[in-house]
């Protein structure tokens, strides 16, 4: 089969994908779109009436928003740092993953950025920020390595897009709105995949892909040093950068997981996301757990052992006020998916995926942990004051945006899956034939 | 029970007899296997007063490893001139072994013509322990430490003396001595010497930084020597230095201006990839450029 066959034959393969609109799509849509609205609304309650309508106070000035910040913004940093990895060591099996890694990544770090604008009680004066920025604040070096991170996210899935969009382009089968094709064809750039633009495409796919792992590290270790270089209980530790690396990387992980998960489960795909991948993934996480595991216990045997009166007032909030918080994130979320993972009898495609699911919700309890605690066990307690001016609890205004800012993440892979499939042809195209010239050699090499 | 224990008199009365007897005789025994050692010795302190000490041990004899402390052993004081002996008092061992009295600076010992007190530590016989005696024969050694500043110049001058029944000074001769700084912790020697014709004298050093007031507590101290004991004499002085100027951190949130280091590596990271950005669209505008050229060679 030829080049131009083949891509037909992909393109037959994935155009239900991208042209049919399912009813169940569409209720998909709806309540994804409707929970958004809901956040909206709380949004314009929370603009008008001031943070007086959340559980943020005096002392937790930070809520559940910064724990979803960090979460979102986690994955994506794990997202591009293991398409980095594939990419750059070209693995073999990378093609029908890739797509749900760097769609995750590039989404996670427009979600994330959102709920750190919620945190900001004067968004009026947001560009202030911009204007006075103090290059000794870990914030300011925050913003610059996300906003930078942002932008070569997009250039990095752009450019992975590129040969895909040339085969829509150019496909004639293709049913979709004209509109569609010729935003396919602006953003094809006149690829016509000759040799010479393959080789400058995958000369700087591989130069952004080493690019994005360097910028993961360092814009996730800019992020841990927000906390590390503070003063505060629980937050002043030298091992937070790492800590936060391995800790996003597991999430990330998890979250692919996932969504390997659910593509493969609602699109058919089977034949393109094996047992193998779920596998490969699954001793990758259970590397992770094993490493997350690690540095949590260092960091609060650490803590504990130091007997400094703040750190032992700290742990006391914690095994006490958040008994099973702890617990789950720190003992369930490590163990069950080490061993879920550890037995290979054990590693079945849903099970990996239930210790991811185990591991998200237990990093997402870790970071409520690094957060709210530490900021109810201030150095200098206020005296004679309401029980709610001290302790946070999340009111429904939070949990609304909370969701809507998950919802938005699923609303905007979804619409991206529409646009372009999620098993990248081109890709399979060139394993293809990448598999065939080894064939054809290894037969020349025999006669 | 009981009928069996009328039948058995005999029997019964043994068994209890042997018991006792067991008893008494793993005490007597116990007493025999230790070898007694029982030291004194007396120490002259700050304030003048005298600290007389009895260390009261047992040692196993076939363990020397087994050191057993006399708990509770009554130790009399006496100060002995000639046939008299005075009582000076009488302490029991602690946990320790160690028996103390503290003797005030203005008690009036019986002293021979040349100044010497003579005294003893005695324990006395019980059951299972012998008697047990020590003496010491000790000078009332007096030291002084006398502080003066001239240009500036810090010394310190020791004198050591005895007095005679009149009042007279007598300077002490061949005593080794320590001058130490107290710490919070510990002690810290800054000088060793012997006083020769009753003094030394030593330049302060000028580095010590004190107290928040600025005080020292200079301490001097002679120990074990064989005519005085052990004396001990301190005094506080205000020669504290503080040697090094609290600068303050240039490290500070609220400077105007960040370090230029922070500046250098911030540009370097930033135009590192913002170029790599540049170098991509360069790159994306040529493929672009061929393929627009393969789209006009195809029209034509």
Known sequence: ???????????????????????????????????????????????????????????????????????????????????????????????SVLRIVEITTILSIIVGPIFILLCIGRLDRLHYLFIYPRIQSPITWDIIAILTDIIGCFIY????????????????????????????????????????????????????????????????????????????????????????????????????????????????????????????????????????????????????FSHKTTDNQLLDTMFNNYFWEFIFANYIGVIIPIIILFFKKL????????????????????????????????????????????????????????????????????????????????????????????????????? | MERYLKKYTLITSFIAAILFCNHAVAQENEADNYKMAFSFRTEKNNDNARVLEANFIGRNKNDKKDILPIFGAEIKFFNILND??????????????????????????????????????????????????EEIIVKNLHLELIFTEVDSVKTVLIKAF??????????????????????????????????????????FPADFPGDKNGDLTVSAQVEDHDEYASVTQEKTVNWGVFSKEIKKGKNTLWSAVAPIWMYTVLTIMLVGVWANYLYTIVHLFKIKKEGDQLKQTDES
């Not at chain 1, 692919?256 to 596998?279: D, G, P, T």
């Not at chain 1, 205004?397 to 619409?415: Q, R, V």
């Not at chain 2, 009488?90 to 100044?115: C, F, M, R, V, W």
């Open chain 1, 1 to 95: 089969m030829d080049v131009i066959t083949r891509k037909k034959t992909l393109v037959k393969e994935f155009s239900p994908m991208l042209e049919k609109n399912s009813s169940l799509f569409r209720l998909w849509i709806g309540a994804l779109v409707a929970i958004i609205l809901v956040g909206l609304y709380a949004f314009v309650l929370q603009v008008i009436n001031g943070h007086e309508i959340t559980g943020m106070r005096d002392n937790v000035v930070w809520g559940i928003y910064i724990i979803n910040f960090i979460f979102f913004v986690g994955i994506s940093y794990s997202g591009a740092f293991i398409a980095g990895i594939l990419h750059f060591f070209e693995t073999p099996w990378k093609n």
């Open chain 2, 162 to 203: 005895t007095l005679d029944s009149l009042g007279i000074e007598t300077p002490a001769e061949e005593v080794d001595f320590i001058v130490f700084i107290k710490t919070m912790l510990s002690k810290m020697p800054i000088i060793e010497g012997t006083i020769e014709n009753g003094e030394f004298e030593f330049e």
């Open chain 1, 157 to 304: 899935l752009y450019l992975t897009f590129i040969p895909d969009l040339a085969i829509l382009r150019d496909s004639k089968e293709l049913k979709v709105p004209e509109w569609r094709k010729k935003l396919y064809t602006f953003l094809a750039i006149g690829y016509q995949d000759t040799p010479t633009q393959r080789k400058r495409l995958h000369k700087i796919i591989k130069t952004m892909s080493a690019m994005i792992i360097a910028m993961a590290i360092v814009a996730y270790t800019v992020l841990a040093w927000i906390f590390s270089l503070t003063l505060q209980p629980g937050w002043n530790s030298s091992i937070f950068a790492p800590y936060f690396i391995i800790a996003g990387l597991y999430s990330g992980v998890g979250v692919i997981i996932i969504a390997m998960y659910l593509i493969r489960k609602i699109f058919k795909l089977e034949k393109h996301i094996k047992k193998s991948h779920f596998i490969g993934a699954g001793i990758f996480l259970l590397v992770l757990a094993l490493l997350f595991g690690y540095f949590t216990f260092s960091e609060y045997f650490a803590r504990w």
């Open chain 1, 347 to 447: 590693r079945t495609i849903k099970l990996i995926t239930f210790a991811a699911v185990i591991a998200v919700l237990g990093l997402w309890l870790n970071r409520y942990l690094i957060v709210v605690p530490t900021l109810e066990t201030p150095y200098l307690p206020i005296q004679d004051t309401r029980p709610e001016f001290i302790y946070y609890t999340a009111t429904w205004i939070e949990w609304a945006l909370s969701f809507a800012g998950i919802a938005a993440f699923f609303l905007f892979f979804t619409l991206l899956i529409k646009f372009i499939p999620i098993i990248p042809m081109s890709g399979i195209i060139e394993q293809e034939f990448a598999s065939r010239n080894k064939k054809d050699k290894i037969a020349e090499n025999q006669e």
């Open chain 2, 84 to 133: 008299d002996e005075v009582l000076l008092g009488t302490s029991k061992t602690t946990n320790k072994g160690i028996a103390q009295l503290i003797i005030p600076e203005n008690h009036n010992y019986l002293i021979d013509p040349e100044g010497n007190i003579n005294l003893i530590a005695r324990f006395e016989a019980t059951e299972y322990i012998e008697e047990e005696s």
